[in-house]
C-alpha cells in the first residue's frame, strides 16, 4: 500500500518561514515527478510546484523567488521551502507524487494535506 505523508504546515507570521516534506512509502519502483498544490476554502487547487526525477523544476508563477522544491530520491520525500510568507499563502498544501510501483503500474497519489496558515 502507498502512502505520501505531509509534514511541517503551521500557524506563522506573515514574514516568516515553512518547510513541508513529503514522503512516499510502499512497493515503489521509481518516484517519477513529485510536487505540490494548495487550496484556499472557496478556491481551487493549484499548482505550486513540481520537480521530475531528473531535477527539472517547474513553479507557479506567482511564487518564483519565495518557494524552492527540492527532492531527495533515495528517500522518494520532496521539501517546499517557502520564505517571505505572506496571508495569501495560506491554504491546505498537498503533496502528489506520479509513482512507477514494483508491480509495474503507474498512478498518481495524493497525501492527506497540510495545512499552513499566514498571520498578518
Known amino acids: 500500500q502507498v502512502q505520501l505523508v505531509e509534514s511541517g504546515g503551521d500557524l506563522v507570521q506573515a514574514g516568516g518561514s515553512l518547510r513541508l516534506s513529503c514522503a512516499a512509502s510502499g512497493s515503489i519502483f521509481r518516484a517519477n515527478a513529485m510536487g505540490w498544490y494548495r487550496q484556499a476554502p472557496g478556491k481551487q487547487r493549484d499548482l505550486v510546484a513540481r520537480i521530475t526525477s531528473g531535477g527539472v523544476i517547474n513553479y507557479a508563477d506567482s511564487l518564483k523567488g519565495r518557494f524552492t522544491i527540492s527532492r531527495d530520491n533515495a528517500k522518494n520525500t520532496v521539501y517546499l521551502q517557502m520564505n517571505s510568507l505572506k496571508p495569501e499563502d495560506t491554504a491546505a498544501y498537498y503533496c502528489?507524487?506520479?509513482?512507477?510501483?514494483?508491480?509495474?503500474?503507474?498512478?498518481?497519489?495524493w497525501g492527506q494535506g497540510t495545512q499552513v496558515t499566514v498571520s498578518s
Open positions: 502528489y507524487a506520479d509513482l512507477s510501483l514494483a508491480s509495474g503500474t503507474r498512478t498518481n497519489y
